[in-house]
């Protein structure tokens, strides 16, 4: 079992420039989540995509976009980055139904840096 | 709304030393708690997770956490710490079981 892969895991990109992070899933489960991790602090909730469709929000700005594809991968897309965008994107997915049910499997991340 | 309070954003203890990682958590609901350990270039990795049921809860490598609702509290415990418990901790809050609220995070030191 492969888990939830990330890519790329590491870029580098300017300011105004855009980015988008890809996740494959778990096998088995059919919603994604994402994560922003600045550093030294927690993660914090992005997006949650179930059945090609946004189904929550954080509070993020409308820079920050997704989509999931019917293989349940998904991208984040982050538009005009600033400098503040500087972080580790988490990509978490899990199952609506079943015994493992809204448990979260994360993958390693995609670390972006912004200049 | 929800929240998580992580007590010390660090931690350091002896080989073999009790590990106690503080978590008080906010929520108008029944909670959804979690913790995750992140160790360094790598993703998060479940510990352990309260729903329902019995409020001490069992997770992986030897770590237990009890839930309090008198004092909104979900600590984290180890009786004894390996060298290979160092790392980040972060507790989770959630009240519909996929979307997390986390703490700050503790980062775990452990001595020889």
């Known amino acids: 079992d492969a888990g939830v892969t990330q890519s790329p895991t590491h870029l580098i990109k300017t300011r105004g420039q855009q980015v988008t992070l890809r996740c494959s899933p778990k096998?088995?489960?059919?919603?994604v989540s994402w994560y922003q991790q600045a550093l030294g602090q927690g993660p914090q909730f992005i997006f949650q995509y179930y059945e090609e469709e946004e189904r929550q929000r954080g509070n993020f700005p409308d820079r920050f976009s997704g989509h999931q594809f019917p293989n349940y991968s998904s991208e984040l897309n982050v538009n005009a980055l600033l400098l503040g965008d500087s972080a580790l994107y988490l990509c978490a997915s899990s199952q609506t139904q079943g015994a493992g049910a809204n448990v979260l499997t994360f993958g390693a991340g995609s670390r972006l840096t912004v200049l | 709304a929800q929240s998580v309070t992580q007590l010390g954003s660090h931690v350091s203890v002896s080989e073999g030393a009790l590990v106690l990682l503080r978590c008080n958590y906010s929520s108008s609901v029944p909670p959804y708690l979690f913790w995750y350990v992140q160790y360094p270039n790598q993703g998060l990795q479940l510990l352990l997770k309260?729903?329902?049921?019995?409020?001490l809860v069992k997770g992986i490598n030897g770590f237990e956490a009890e839930f309090k609702k008198s004092e909104t509290s979900f600590h984290l415990t180890k009786p004894s710490a390996h060298m290979s418990d160092a790392a980040e901790y972060f507790c989770?809050?959630?009240?519909?079981?996929?979307?997390?609220?986390f703490g700050t995070g503790t980062r775990l030191q452990v001595f020889p």
């Open positions: 989770a809050v959630s009240d519909l079981a996929d979307k997390l609220i």
């Open positions: 096998s088995g489960h059919d919603t």
């Open positions: 309260y729903t329902t049921g019995a409020t």
